[in-house]
Structure formats: structure tokens, C-alpha cells
């Protein structure tokens, strides 16, 4: 087979999510999660069937026949596509009442029509001067850039675009949602929007647990009281019932028809019902005396114990135990006080932010206790108080410190928001600067594609109405340093907030599209899946490596992992050829290969893969060396402190190891976390280096034993290097070096 032959992927992972779907829509006990995994099925279904008649090419970055490259495909589970256009499907409820508006059918291709002409272009261009308006996919801001265009005199452009996106003008939306808000502030992102934790709120109910309980405590409790008192009218020298005061029975009759009521009522606790019980046992007791039947031979003990555990009804001790589980009962359900923060929220419109959460989350008032009988004063759960926060709209260093981002995942989410204003710069006129922001949001939401073949995905420059406006950006420095102070603050942040976790891809894509805007030429190398590698690496990945051995040269990092960076330096002096259509390196293939112990081929065993890749990512570094040189990224608490914070994750990450049946992507994340505490300590003078080593020994012996049997000779090889020893001439044999894949099974699995 030929180096160029292309890579096709088969149904069988297709087979297996519609195979998890259907288990889960016909045995989850949740409608909603039922509901959910029925939409899976019938989206799977059109991936298997795309995938049969050939209109589906999954690996393709065109992967639907018919649509180009710029159309954002609906993208289900591992990038397949399934088919269908997002910005297809029926019309949505603001474009049925743009057609009601303008007079025009309720069809695509009309409303299309109607806003070419002199009316509908005015309606755009003034959702234009007022950036009122929403971009959820990029096809959206489509018609509004036409507009732009011909206001702007560049009717040339105008028409192209119109050319390109014309034949889809049916099947879809070119035209953006209206709205109430006017622009975000760009230097400002958010997570949820107050609708979407309205929404979580609301969710809130009181586990059926706690309903049990408070139900116990605040109705069978006291009518078990009520029960033993109506009991104890009867005790004559120890005997109950040897006595039957006057109106005892009118009495028990009137318990009795309350009990049923309360049954019926109070349906969470069902203690009263069990024979065991003793209010259960009273209870029985009574309606067979009722009956004029013999009560249970329980009956005495069920009085004597119920006596002799807390006292009898009205006593001292008795009255004291009920009035503290009153006041236990008394505790607002989360429910409750999710309901008054639902009510403090009512007056934000549901697609906004907020800009402050502390009115949200404070304790209840006066107020709000007359409405609601929640005791005034009562605090809002932790868990409430993180749901409002997730709202939060600030700068993102703020939303990193409160913890509102808790992940270098959730950064990549919500950095578009920050890269989108960044971007938009470099266009003079606002209003094109706006839609230009909403257009990069939008398009930072589409779902990664899976590709074989080297195939990069689709980038926004591709986008018809994008590359139309790209003559109107102004090409003076303000807009690059702009882009630069804010790649390296940017770069900081994950740094200095994620210290053990590498970068994931839509980071680095955000990354990337800074550092083009700020003109620094900087390769920035995206995390290869093993399962779909194809042997070997472009070139950007060499020269990736070429850069790590400008800085890491003759340093720990080197030393440690047994990089000879002197010869990396070489590889740039190999040929280049090319693979689909790809620059790639085969000198740098060859080392990671070589490294890796694995013979060189185009698709072997996803270990093997890994393995290979991952002799990649150590010779790159996965972009430190990019983020602390040319970025030139400098973490205010010092590399000391993010070796130290790396070297925490890699513990905790090891601690999942123990006695878990699937420890392998702990193990990988663990190696990533142990390699990035090294990167941050090469970076640091030895004096630094040798107090940082002896606090990981320290923060070790601190660890439960399986994580110090499995971390103990990583540590020691650290010891052994950082002494000028090596980890490949058999001095130190209790030393190991922690790669994260290895063929055969991982050897921390038989550690512990």
C-alpha cells in the first residue's frame, strides 16, 4: 500500500454508540435520559446509513456529500458526521416571525430573497449599527456581512459571497437571531447564561432520603408521641390497657381516621407501615381494640421501650429531643432555597450573564421569609452558591481564581469569548468588528471533525463571508501587539492555572489564532489521537522539537528523559516530503520511532501509537518551550511553585491507580502532569532545583503507600540526574522514567 493510500474508518464504532443508546433508552430509570438516548439512536442510525449509501465520507473534512467544506456539519460522538447541516433542519421561531414581518412565505429561500432587498437590507443594517443580534452557527452571520459589504461599496465581494452561498439558500439559516442585549464587553467572558443555571436550579429537589427524614420528623414522630400518650391513659400498675378512661376510644377512633389521612398525605417515610415498628405495632394495637379484638402481645414492649428511650410524651427529656429534631426539620430544603434564588434571578433576561454573584447567593431575608416561610437568615448550600457563580461574567483570571473555570478544558471553552474581541481588532469599522467577534464565537463552537489522512480542520478564513471582509483589516502593529499581550497572558493563565494538565486542542487553537494575528511564527503541535495515527507527524512537530532544544538544551529535562537535543538540532538539515499532500519529517519520524522502541509503519497497535506519540510530545515538550520562549510566557509564582502544583496532579492522578480496573488514562495523565513538573524545574536555577526535589521527596512521604510504591522510583530517577547520573547506563536499577504508554501493560499496574 502506498504512503498515499487513504485511510477509510469502518461502522463499528457507530454500531457500538447506537448498541449504548439502545440500553439506555429502554433501562434508564429517567425519562429525560431516556428521551436523550432515543435522539443518539436516530442520529447513529444516520451516521450508519450515510456511512452504507456513501453519501457520508467520516475522516473527510468534507465528510457530506454535497455540502463544501464551510458548512457546519451536525457532529455527534468522536467526529462523525451525521449528515445533516446545524444550520439546517426546520425554522427556527424568530425566522417564521421574519417571514410573518416581511410578507413572505415561511421558507428559507423567500426570507433569503426578502433580505436582498431594499427593506430587508435596511432591517440588517440596522441589527448591524446595533449589534443586537446572535450568531449560534457562522452560517448566521452570512446575509449580515452581504450587507456590510454593500454598504461598504464592495459589491464585488458582496456578489461572491452571494455565489458561494446561494445554492444552500433552502436548507439554510443565512440570517442571525435578534435579540435584547447590546454587544458583551470583550475583555469579559462567562460560562452559563442566567437561563442555563435557571435552568439547574430548577432541577433542584430534595433527594427522596432527606424527604424521608423530615417527613419522619416532622409528622410520624410526633403522631407516634400522640399514639404512646393516648396508650399511656391506660397504664394501671405497669399493665397497659388495664385501664379504658372516659372518651378514650371516641379518642382512638379520631387517631385512627387522622393516621389514614396522614397515610395518604405523607407518602415519602414508610416506617408507619412496617410491623416492626412501633408506632406501627400502637397503631395496630388500637384498631384492634377498636374492633373489639385482642391487641398485639407487643403492645406492652413497644410502650415500655418507646418509655424508657426517650420518656415519656411531655417529660423533660422528651420535650427537649422533639423541639431540637424540629429545629433540624425546620432547615430549608435545597429546593425550597433554590426557588428564592430563582426569584432573585427572575429580573435578569435569561440569555445574560451576571455581572456580580454576592446578591444572588446571600442569606435569605425578611422579606423573602414572609413570602416563602424559609427562616430568614438561612445560608445557600456550597453547591448552590458554584451553580449562580458558573454565571459570572469577568475577566477570565477572575473566573480562573474563584474557580468558576476548574479545568484547562473548561479555559478552551470559554477563551473564544476573550480571542473573539482580540481578533476583531484588526477591523476598522465596529460594526464589522462586532459581527466579526460574534462570526469567531460561533465558529469556535463547531464540533471538531474526525480526520485521517493528515487533514487539518476546516478554518474560519474558509468561511465565504470571512475571507469577503478580509481587505477591510487594517494591517498597522496595534492590532499584533495587542494579540500578543494578550497570547502571553493567555499562556500565563494555563500555565499558572493548570500546572499538571497539558493543553487541550481547542487551546491550542485559540493559541494559534493569536499568535497569527500577533505575527509570531511559533509551531504549535495539537495532541494526536492513537487510535487514528498514521505513522507520522508533519512538519511543524520538528520544528516544534527544534525550538525545545533552543531552550532545554543541557538541561534537566534533557538529561532526564535522554534526549540528545544536539541531534534534533539536525533534523532541520533532513529532507522534507510530502505525505497527503503534507509537509512531514522523515528524520524526526524516524527518532520518535526509534525512541519509542517501535518499528517504524503507517497504522499499528493504538499502544504501539501511543508510544510513538508520545516521544513526540517529550521531544516537543507539547508547546512549554513554545509558551516560554517565542510566546514568552513568564507565570507571576515562579516555575518553582508550578513544578511543585505539577507534581501534586501527578500524585493525585497516581492515587486513582490503586485498584482500578481501567488505570491507564490515570497513568497517562499522571506521566503528562510528572513531565510538565519537569519542564517547570529545568526552567529554575539548580539552588531552586535541588529545594523543589527535596520538597517532591517530602510531598511523597506524605502519600498513602501505593502512591510512594508507584511513585518512588520515578523520584529516584529525578534524584539520580539531577546528581549528574543516567537513566540508561544501569547505575540507578531502582530508578525508572515515567512514560505514560508502553506495550504489554503498563508496569504501575503491578505496583501495590
Not at 426517650?310 to 420535650?319: E, K, Q, T
Request: aromatic share 6%.
Amino acid at each position: 500500500m502506498s504512503d498515499d493510500a487513504q485511510l477509510q474508518v469502518g461502522p463499528g464504532y457507530a454500531r457500538t454508540q447506537v448498541a449504548k443508546a439502545l440500553v439506555t433508552a429502554a433501562s434508564h430509570e429517567d425519562a429525560d435520559t431516556r428521551r436523550r438516548a432515543e435522539e443518539r439512536i436516530d442520529r447513529w442510525l444516520q451516521v450508519l446509513s450515510g456511512m452504507a449509501d456513501g453519501t457520508l465520507s467520516i475522516g473527510s473534512r468534507t465528510p457530506v456529500e454535497g455540502l463544501p467544506a464551510w458548512v457546519t456539519p451536525e457532529v455527534v460522538r468522536g467526529g462523525f458526521a451525521t449528515g445533516n447541516a446545524a444550520a439546517g433542519g426546520p425554522l427556527e421561531p424568530y425566522e417564521e416571525e421574519a417571514a410573518r414581518r416581511a410578507g413572505v412565505p415561511a421558507e428559507r429561500r423567500a426570507l433569503f430573497g426578502h433580505y436582498l432587498t431594499d427593506e430587508g437590507l435596511a432591517e440588517l443594517g440596522e441589527l448591524l449599527d446595533s449589534g443586537r443580534y446572535q450568531v449560534t452557527v457562522p452560517e448566521e452571520a452570512a446575509l449580515l456581512t452581504v450587507a456590510w459589504l454593500l454598504r461598504a461599496g464592495d459589491r464585488a465581494a458582496a456578489l461572491d459571497v452571494l455565489e458561494e452561498i446561494g445554492p444552500f439558500a433552502d436548507r439554510l439559516r443565512f440570517l442571525p437571531r435578534p435579540t435584547k442585549t447590546p454587544p458583551r464587553d470583550a475583555t469579559l467572558a462567562h460560562r452559563w447564561t442566567v437561563g442555563e443555571i435557571s435552568g439547574r436550579l430548577a432541577a433542584k429537589r430534595t433527594p427522596a432520603p432527606i424527604a424521608a427524614q423530615r417527613e419522619a420528623l416532622t409528622v410520624w414522630n410526633p403522631f407516634a408521641d400522640e399514639l404512646l400518650a393516648h396508650w399511656l391513659e391506660t397504664v394501671r400498675d405497669g399493665r397497659v390497657g388495664a385501664v379504658e378512661p372516659e372518651g378514650w376510644r371516641e379518642r382512638g377512633e379520631k387517631l385512627i381516621r387522622r393516621y389514614r389521612r396522614l397515610a395518604e398525605e405523607h407518602p415519602h417515610c414508610g416506617k408507619h407501615r412496617n410491623p416492626k415498628e412501633n408506632l406501627a405495632i400502637l397503631r395496630t394495637a388500637l384498631e384492634a381494640v377498636l374492633e373489639d379484638r385482642e391487641p398485639p402481645r407487643l403492645l406492652r414492649h413497644a410502650v415500655d421501650s418507646m418509655v424508657a428511650k426517650r420518656g415519656a410524651p411531655g417529660s423533660p427529656g422528651h420535650a427537649a429531643l422533639r423541639e431540637e429534631q424540629a429545629a433540624q426539620a425546620a432547615r430549608p430544603t435545597h429546593h425550597a432555597l433554590a426557588q428564592i434564588v430563582l426569584a432573585r434571578l427572575s429580573a435578569i433576561p435569561g440569555d445574560e450573564p451576571l455581572p456580580a454573584v454576592e446578591p444572588f447567593i446571600a442569606p435569605v431575608t425578611d422579606d423573602e421569609e414572609r413570602r416563602t416561610r424559609v427562616p430568614a437568615g438561612s445560608q445557600l448550600p456550597d453547591s448552590m452558591r458554584r451553580i449562580v457563580a458558573d454565571a459570572l461574567e469577568a475577566p477570565i483570571d477572575v473566573l480562573v481564581e474563584r474557580g468558576v473555570v476548574p479545568s484547562a478544558e473548561v479555559l478552551a471553552e470559554l477563551t473564544p469569548q476573550l480571542v473573539a474581541g482580540t481578533t476583531a481588532l484588526a477591523y476598522r469599522d465596529e460594526a464589522l468588528r462586532t459581527l466579526m467577534a460574534a462570526t469567531y464565537r460561533a465558529f469556535r463552537n463547531r464540533r471538531s471533525l474526525l480526520l485521517l489522512n493528515l487533514e487539518h480542520q476546516v478554518r474560519i478564513g474558509e468561511l465565504p463571508w470571512v475571507e469577503a471582509v478580509a481587505r477591510h483589516r487594517r494591517r498597522d502593529g496595534t492590532t499584533r501587539e495587542s494579540a500578543r499581550t494578550v497570547l502571553r497572558q493567555l499562556g500565563e493563565l494555563a500555565l499558572q492555572g493548570f500546572p499538571g494538565t497539558i493543553l487541550p486542542n481547542p487551546l491550542i487553537g485559540e493559541l494559534a489564532a493569536l499568535a497569527r494575528q500577533a505575527g509570531v511564527d511559533v509551531p504549535l503541535t495539537e495532541e494526536l489521537a492513537a487510535d487514528i495515527f498514521m505513522g507520522t507527524f508533519t512538519a511543524k512537530f520538528a520544528e516544534a522539537a527544534r525550538l525545545a532544544a533552543d531552550l532545554l538544551e543541557g538541561t534537566l529535562y534533557e538529561r532526564y528523559y535522554g534526549i540528545d537535543y544536539a541531534a534534533v538540532r539536525e533534523l532541520g538539515d533532513g529532507p522534507l516530503r510530502r505525505k497527503h499532500g503534507k509537509r512531514v519529517s522523515a528524520g524526526f519520524d524516524r527518532l520518535c520511532h526509534s525512541r519509542a522502541g517501535v518499528p517504524a509503519q503507517r497504522w499499528g497497535p493504538v499502544a504501539q501509537n501511543g508510544m510513538v506519540i508520545e516521544q513526540a510530545q517529550i521531544l516537543t515538550t507539547h508547546n512549554l518551550a513554545a509558551l516560554a520562549g517565542p510566546i514568552g510566557a513568564d507565570p507571576a509564582p515562579g516555575w518553582d511553585d508550578l513544578a511543585r502544583r505539577a507534581f501534586t496532579t501527578a500524585c493525585r492522578l497516581v492515587g486513582r491507580v490503586h485498584r482500578n480496573p481501567r488505570p491507564l488514562p490515570a497513568i497517562k495523565d499522571a506521566a503528562y502532569a510528572w513531565r510538565q513538573a519537569l519542564f517547570f524545574l529545568s526552567l529554575c536555577g539548580l539552588k531552586e532545583q535541588i529545594a523543589v526535589t527535596a520538597w517532591i521527596q517530602d510531598e511523597l512521604d506524605r502519600q498513602p503507600g501505593h502512591v510512594v510504591a508507584r511513585l518512588d522510583p520515578v523520584v529516584a530517577g529525578l534524584r539520580h540526574v539531577l546528581t549528574g547520573g543516567s537513566l540508561d547506563d544501569g547505575t540507578a536499577p531502582h530508578a525508572r522514567r515515567f512514560t505514560g504508554w508502553q506495550a504489554g501493560g503498563h508496569w504501575m499496574r503491578q505496583v501495590g
